[in-house]
Structure formats: structure tokens, C-alpha cells
């Protein structure tokens, strides 16, 4: 099943498809989150299983990618410093930003304004941790490792060391006593509101995904290897939602333990999450085929992935902007719905004209 010599070097189509499938879940559950939207049961179940991958997927194809990329270990550092930017601008322009231009277009219009609301939140927003940290922090680690020539064992076995230690070590609910301490902290183990994702939480999906990264150029036959994964985590994510329902009471108790599961995973909840991903990626594979053979499936899915990161940084300032041109007030589940589709095209219209831009400046 293993060659001594990289032979699987190409594109691995299966990890386009899983990322093309995170982006419009991500829109999805996003609408429902920035414009607060009714619960309704079918969102909390579509919650509570999407969040089963999420930001693991993310994390899991970055750490895979680093594997196949042609980055040096420098580029590597850079590409996290710059992240550690992005970020910062990130929340100025996608968070903050649309909060004001949408009651400044309410207040041309002489409707009634709720500034204290957006002068309110925009501390948070600008301090705001998300993706874009924890994949800088993740760069950093991965660039270190690198110069450190880490063994291939060595990635799996510090991916599951964090996931059995991390319960013990977030921030959540916890204090040193030392405000300057606390903040530094909680960038990295959470416990703050401006915290979205914890770092500590979700490096361990990336050492997973190096690691399955460097077997996955070694397989002769992906097939075979997907098919012997499948056995250990159908077992794990078994073991998972036996656990999560039994001592779960209904769906609304799923719910709240599955979006506090999603934040501060649990060792047997971050093993299913890498379990969900790992089956997915099996699951594309076998279909992969069929899909390829469904054109315009296979290029949206292609174009989803290829777009996440750009995706991603766009849809909370479509969604931050309609939240605040109707004065930050609650939304039914039907209008959340609606609006899922309404970003994805203003983000695709977005992101066109950027690229256009761009070319015409080259």
C-alpha cells in the first residue's frame, strides 16, 4: 500500500470537493449567527452536523497543503506573518466597517439609528480572533517543524498529545489573576467573547492533516487506505454521538453541547471531528467519478474551494451590512435562508472584481 519513494504528488481532487462543500455551510450557519436567527429545528440539526467538520476541515486541508506546496520554510513564516495582518484588517473592514455604513445609510434616510449598539460592539470586532490567526499560528508551528525535519509519526502523535491535554488547558471560565496574562492567554486558549476559535482547539486538526499529508504521497493505492480508515473512525464518531446522546436531552441540549463541543472540543470530540473529515475525504474519493461527471457540480465545487479563503473574508461584511440596515433586530429563519444565497452571489460578484482589478493592474 506504501512506496518508499512521494509517487502521489498530484492534485487530490476529493479534498477540493470537501472544501467546496465547507464554504456554503459556513455562509449558511453564518446567516443564521451575525443576524440572529430564529432557531428552528431543522437549522440546529444542520448545526449540530456541520459542525462535526467546520473550521476542522479548514485546518485539516491547510495542514495536507503545506505538504504538497512548494513553499519554503521562510515563505512559510511570511505567509503567518501576514496572516497575523489580514487579520487585523479583516476586522476593521469585514466586521466593523459595514456596522457603520449601514446606519449611515439609515440616517440618510432619516430612519431611526442605534449607534450606541455599533460603537458597542466594535471593540469586540476589532480584536476579533478567527481563522485567519489560528492559520498564521499554525504557519508559524508548521515552519518550525519543518526546520526541525519532524518525523512523520511525530505529527500524529503531537495532534493526539493536544487533544488529550487541551480540556485541561483552555481558558474558559479560567483566570491567572493577571489581566495582561489573561488577554495573551486567551488569544491562544480562548475564554474571551472576541475569541471566535480557539487556536489551542483546532492546531491539532493541522498536525493531523501534515501527517496524513506525507502518508497520502506515499500510498499506492488510496482506495485500499481510505477503506482501512473507514473501520477506526466509523468506531470513533460511533462512540461520539453515542456519548453526546446520552447525556443530551433533546435537541436543544444537542445543540448548545455541540456548539460548545465545536468551540472547546473534548479528546473523543476532536477524534471524531478528524474521523468526519477523513470519511468525508473517502467518501469523495469513491464518488469522485460521478461528480466529475456532473460538470457543472464538479466546477462549482472546484471554484468553492479554490475560493474559501477569499469566500470566507468576504461574507461576514454582507452579512455585518444587512444586520445593521435593520438595526441589529432579530430575524426569522426564513429570511436568514433567503439571505444565504443573497451573500453567496454579492461575494462572487465581490471577489470577480477584485481578480478583474487585480488583473488590470499586473
Same mark, same amino acid.
Given at each position: ?129 478567527? +481563522? ?70 483546532? +492546531? ?159
Amino acid at each position: 500500500m506504501f512506496s518508499e519513494k512521494e509517487i502521489n504528488t498530484g492534485r487530490q481532487i476529493e479534498f477540493d470537493y470537501l472544501k467546496g462543500l465547507f464554504t456554503p455551510m459556513i455562509l449558511l450557519i453564518h446567516s443564521f449567527q451575525m443576524m440572529e436567527g430564529t432557531l428552528v429545528p431543522a437549522y440546529k440539526t444542520t448545526y449540530i452536523l456541520a459542525t462535526m467538520t467546520g473550521s476542522a476541515i479548514f485546518l485539516f486541508v491547510l495542514g495536507l497543503g503545506s505538504t504538497y506546496s512548494r513553499r519554503t520554510t521562510s515563505q512559510l513564516v511570511r505567509d503567518g506573518l501576514k496572516l497575523f495582518l489580514y487579520q487585523l484588517i479583516w476586522n476593521v473592514l469585514a466586521l466593523g466597517l459595514p456596522m457603520v455604513i449601514g446606519q449611515g445609510v439609515r440616517g440618510l434616510f432619516g430612519l431611526e439609528t442605534m449607534w450606541a449598539v455599533v460603537w458597542q460592539r466594535m471593540p469586540m470586532m476589532i480584536e476579533y480572533i478567527n +481563522i485567519f490567526f489560528i492559520a498564521g499560528v499554525s504557519y508559524l508551528l508548521l515552519a518550525l517543524l519543518r526546520q526541525l525535519k519532524t518525523p512523520i509519526w511525530m505529527y500524529f502523535a503531537l495532534a493526539l498529545l493536544l487533544m488529550i491535554v487541551n480540556p485541561y488547558l483552555y481558558m474558559n471560565g479560567k483566570t491567572t489573576g493577571n489581566a495582561v496574562a489573561d488577554y495573551v492567554l486567551t488569544m491562544f486558549a480562548g475564554g474571551r467573547p472576541a475569541v471566535s476559535l480557539c487556536f489551542l482547539a483546532h +492546531i491539532p486538526y493541522t498536525l493531523f492533516g501534515v501527517g496524513f499529508g506525507k502518508v497520502l504521497r506515499r500510498t499506492t493505492n488510496k482506495a485500499g487506505l481510505y477503506g482501512v480508515l473507514a473501520v477506526p473512525a466509523v468506531i470513533v464518531v460511533a462512540a461520539y454521538a453515542w456519548h453526546a446522546f446520552s447525556v443530551n436531552d433533546g435537541l436543544d441540549a444537542l445543540y448548545a453541547y455541540s456548539g460548545e463541543g465545536y468551540v472547546y472540543p473534548g479528546t473523543l470530540r476532536a477524534l471524531a471531528n478528524c474521523s468526519c473529515v477523513l470519511l468525508m475525504s473517502g467518501l469523495f474519493y469513491a464518488l469522485r467519478n460521478q461528480i466529475a461527471a456532473i460538470k457543472p457540480l464538479h466546477a462549482a465545487m472546484v471554484h468553492l474551494s479554490r475560493k474559501t479563503t477569499p469566500y470566507y473574508a468576504v461574507h461576514p461584511f454582507w452579512y455585518g451590512l444587512i444586520v445593521s440596515l435593520v438595526c441589529f433586530a432579530p430575524r426569522s429563519a426564513a429570511f436568514c435562508l433567503w439571505m444565504t444565497p443573497v451573500a453567496w452571489a454579492l461575494c462572487y460578484i465581490a471577489i470577480r472584481l477584485w481578480e478583474r482589478f487585480r488583473a488590470c493592474n499586473r
